[in-house]
C-alpha cells in the first residue's frame, strides 16, 4: 500500500493580506470540474476572469475569453493577444490538466507538465504570482499491475509541482482531493471518478471491491473547493502547500457503499451489498473467474475501475489537510459530507435518467 506524502509545512505562514474587493485573474481549465465552480465563485464576488479557453467555450456575465492552448508556446495567443494578457492581470490560476489516466498519447505528460510550464512563463513574463491546482493524490504508484495508469498521472502532477516551485514565480500550489457536485444542488460539469464507480455500483459491475471498508474517500463538494482556491486568490496567499481535502472528515468506504445502496433504493433500484475481500484474496480466487466470465467492453469497464480505486482508496490513513490555514482565511468549512453525497447521486441520477420512480 503506497505510502501518503508527507505535509510540506513548517513554519506559519505570515499574516495574510485582507482581500481584495476586485481582482484581475486569468483562468486556465475554466470548463473543468473545479475550474467551472471556481468562476461561478470568482465572478459572484465581482472579479474581472479572463479564461484560457480551448475546446469548451466559456461564457457569462463579466467573463472574458481568449481561445489558445496551454500546451503551445505563448499559449497558443497571437502575440498582441499574449501581451494584453500578461499586462491585465493579477494572479493566474492553473487548473487546466488532463485527468483521464487511461491516456496513452503523451497528453498526460504534455500537458500537466509542459503546458504548466507555458503557464509558468506568463506568470513571469507578466510578473504576477501563480495559483497551481495539483491534485491530493501525489501518492498513487503501482503495485504489481493494478495502479500503472493511475500512478502515471501522479507522476505528471508531482512534475508539474516541481515545474512550478523551478519557475522563478511568486506561487501557491493547492491541492484538491476527489470533486463531486455542489453541496447544495449537486451541479457539477463533468460525471467523472467517484461517479463511475457509484454507475457501476448500480450496474451490478462490482460484487466485490478489493479492498477495505475503513478506507477513507476523501471527497469534498465542488463548491467548497472552489471557495478555498478564491480564498487563496483574495487573500494574495503567496509560498504555501495547501491541501484542500476532508482529512480525518472524509467518508470511510464503506459508508459511500451504504449511501449509495440507500440512495439507490430510493429511486427505485434495489441491490445487494458488493462484498469487501482483501485485495491478494481478489486478486486470486475473484478476479480470475468473475473477470474472464464478462464481455470484452465490460472487463475493461471494472479494470478501470479497479484502477480509480487503487488510486483513490490505496492509503494508510487520511490525507493532509489544511483546514486550520484555510478556516484562518475565512474558507468555508467541509460541511456535511454524507448530505453533499447524496444530493450529488441525486443530481447525478435526474440527469443520467437513472431514477426508475419518484420517492418523496
Not at 42 to 68: E, I, K, N
Not at 78 to 107: I, K, L, M, Q
Not at 136 to 152: F, I, M
Not at 340 to 352: K, L, P, Q, Y
Request: glycine share 8%; hydrophobic share 45%.
Amino acid at each position: 500500500m503506497p505510502a501518503l506524502p508527507s505535509d510540506p509545512r513548517s513554519a506559519p505562514p505570515e499574516p495574510a493580506a485582507p482581500p481584495r474587493a476586485r481582482r484581475r485573474i486569468l483562468l486556465t481549465g475554466g470548463s473543468g470540474v473545479i475550474g467551472r465552480a471556481l468562476l461561478e465563485r470568482l465572478v459572484a464576488a465581482g472579479h474581472d476572469v479572463t479564461c484560457l479557453v480551448h475546446r469548451t467555450p466559456v461564457a457569462g456575465p463579466g467573463v472574458r475569453s481568449v481561445a489558445g492552448d496551454v500546451t503551445e508556446p505563448d499559449l497558443g495567443l497571437e502575440p498582441a493577444v499574449y501581451r494584453w494578457v500578461a499586462g491585465h492581470v493579477d494572479v493566474v490560476v492553473h487548473s487546466a490538466a488532463v485527468t483521464d489516466f487511461h491516456r496513452r498519447d503523451g497528453s498526460l505528460e504534455h500537458t500537466n507538465v509542459g503546458g504548466t510550464a507555458q503557464v509558468v512563463a506568463l506568470a513571469r513574463r507578466a510578473g504576477v504570482p501563480l495559483v497551481h491546482l495539483s491534485s491530493a493524490y501525489l501518492h498513487a504508484r503501482p503495485e504489481g499491475e493494478r495502479g500503472a495508469t493511475s500512478a502515471r498521472y501522479a507522476a505528471s502532477k508531482r512534475a508539474g509541482e516541481d515545474v512550478v516551485r523551478d519557475g522563478g514565480v511568486p506561487h501557491t500550489i493547492v491541492r484538491p482531493s476527489i470533486v463531486i457536485g455542489d453541496s447544495v444542488t449537486g451541479e457539477v460539469a463533468a460525471f467523472q471518478g467517484l461517479y463511475l464507480v457509484v454507475a457501476a455500483i448500480l450496474d451490478g459491475l462490482v460484487p466485490v471491491i478489493p479492498f477495505d471498508a475503513t478506507w477513507p474517500v476523501d471527497c469534498l463538494p465542488a463548491d467548497v473547493v472552489a471557495d478555498a482556491i478564491a480564498t487563496v486568490v483574495e487573500r494574495d496567499v503567496v509560498g504555501r502547500e495547501l491541501w484542500v481535502t476532508a482529512g480525518p472528515e472524509a467518508l470511510r468506504l464503506g459508508r459511500a457503499v451504504e449511501l449509495t445502496l440507500e440512495e439507490a433504493a430510493r429511486i427505485g433500484v434495489d441491490l445487494d451489498p458488493p462484498r469487501f475481500v482483501p485485495p491478494d484474496v481478489y486478486d486470486r480466487l475473484f478476479a480470475p473467474v468473475f473477470l474472464d466470465a464478462l464481455p470484452r467492453r465490460t472487463r475493461l469497464t471494472v479494470v478501470r475501475l479497479m484502477e480509480l480505486f487503487a488510486a483513490y482508496l490505496a492509503v494508510d490513513g487520511p490525507l493532509p489537510d489544511s483546514h486550520a490555514e484555510l478556516a484562518a482565511l475565512g474558507a468555508r468549512g467541509v460541511g456535511d459530507l454524507e448530505a453533499a453525497f447524496r444530493t450529488s447521486f441525486r443530481h447525478w441520477a435526474e440527469r443520467t435518467g437513472r431514477c426508475v420512480e419518484a420517492v418523496a
